[in-house]
């Protein structure tokens, strides 16, 4: 054989691993796009089971308030004190409450909280569902004529859909207020000027995309949790495979759609 | 009673990957019957029952039940043949998010609407019938012994008095004495309810106890498939070697020796 024919046989060789990669890829996106429209084909088709639902309303909320907290109050903090030191150079230091509660709002809020949830809920899912899936769980619904969608899945997304805007306004409060300590304790702002112009100055348009990002981001995190742990194999490691699945694919999803929303909402 | 076999497989494959485990396996199950599928570890006793729930779908081949094809259904359809079921998953597949008697009960609160109380005592009525008592009702799975979680199973899957009954080793991993109780169990149910059941078992005295006919799988396809009683004198080198658990013979295990 010359040496040509081996560069190109080599060659070759990419071409078809690089085609490998994007069939996967694509049948990986057709599988999830699939199993999101099962997944809504049953949100909006009763029952649901209410009481489910406020089950992972509580697991997914409540219990993850306190990390949405404080990640929330140091992100506000941390804005705060670049911001003021970067309007410094311009003699823009007045500006900081504004610029902080429109960046905590509009777009820090729902995506810290939103990859803090990736983080804890799209895992537990995950883990959880891959679980029942690995021992026959999942085989175990169906037999008895329960669809696994809508005792499993749906649920989860409702939950999810709902609590999340409810973790960023929360968010959102408390990163204003990290901002405002930050501001009055260290940075010399006048307390009531501070709230003055955080309050004039946000707009209830603002707040409402945050939240409606919130509520894409927590489909995305249930939806992705659910996903991976339907489709887990074997046994732990597959389980453990799924949950660094979902974690890793939930966050992407998540800062993509986040830029997608924002260019959508902000166009002028 | 009707001659449409209760359950009918024809020339059911089913392939994982490029692995052929079901190759045309042709079996049929009158109302009322009991039949012991035997056969080797991985020779796809567990795909064969799964195939008929539609847990996983079959590559060719068709699947009547009741004289319904059952093949490719799904939605509403499925779920009214799969309330004829009950099943025994190998592994017990017990919910660990629930307790014990929300397991047993699962399929009465879920399937079929009935209230928690009456549902509750059904349960553990049939807790009592599996040799379990009312004390583990409120307990969670992981806090029973394997058997112990193998006879919940055996309660879930008779719980809602199905008319199939599918039970994937039921006796593997019980004490002798237990294993009989639940021989006869098995065995009553049939007799006394009517039911029809499949039985999946390596217990070969199980397997005379529960069944009235017994089929053998090898290789993908039932390669025997005859009365109990004839089963010492199947004239199938296969049958017998595997019903004398002998290394010589025939069927040849992958190991090295
Ligand atoms: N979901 C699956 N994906 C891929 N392969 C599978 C799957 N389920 C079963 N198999 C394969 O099919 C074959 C038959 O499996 P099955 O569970 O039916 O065996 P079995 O006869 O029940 O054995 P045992 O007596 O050990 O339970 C095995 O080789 C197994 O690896
Ligand atoms: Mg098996």
Known sequence: MSANENILSSNWNIFAAIGRVVLAFLAGTGRLAVFAGIAISHIVRPPIYWQLVLHQMLRIGYFSLPVVGLTAFFTGAVLCLQIYIGGNRYG???????????????????????????GRVSAAIAAEIGTMRVT??????????????KYLVVPRIVAAVVTLPILVAVADSIGVFGGYIVGTRSLGFNGAVYINNTMNFVTAGDVRSGLIKASVFGFIIALMGCYSGFHSKGGAQGVGAATTQAVVSASILILAANYLMTSFFFSE | MNDTPHIQLKGVKKRFGSKLVLDGVDLTIRRGESVVIIGGSGTGKSVTLKCVLGILRADEGSIHVAGEDVTRASGSKRDAYLRKFGMLFQGGALFDSLSIWENVAFGLIQGRGLPRKQARETAIEKLAM???????ANLSPAELSGGMQKRVGLARAIAAN????????????LD??????????????????GVTAVSITHDMVSARRISSRIAMLYKGRIIWDGPTDSIDNSGNPYVDQFIRGSAEGPIRMEVRS
């Open chain 1, 136 to 149: 026959e769980q999942i085989d175990a619904l169906t037999t008895l004529a329960t669809n696994p969608f």
């Open chain 2, 130 to 136: 599996v040799g379990l008592s009312a004390d583990i």
């Open chain 1, 92 to 118: 823009a230091e007045a500006f900081v409450p504004q610029i902080v509660v429109l960046g905590i709002t509009r777009e820090l809020g729902p995506v810290i909280a939103g990859l803090m949830m990736a």
């Open chain 2, 176 to 193: 002798p004495i237990m294993a009989d109780v639940i021989n006869k169990l098995i065995a009553s149910t049939v007799r006394d309810l």
């Open chain 2, 162 to 173: 199905p008319e199939i009954l599918f039970f994937d080793e039921p006796t593997t991993g």
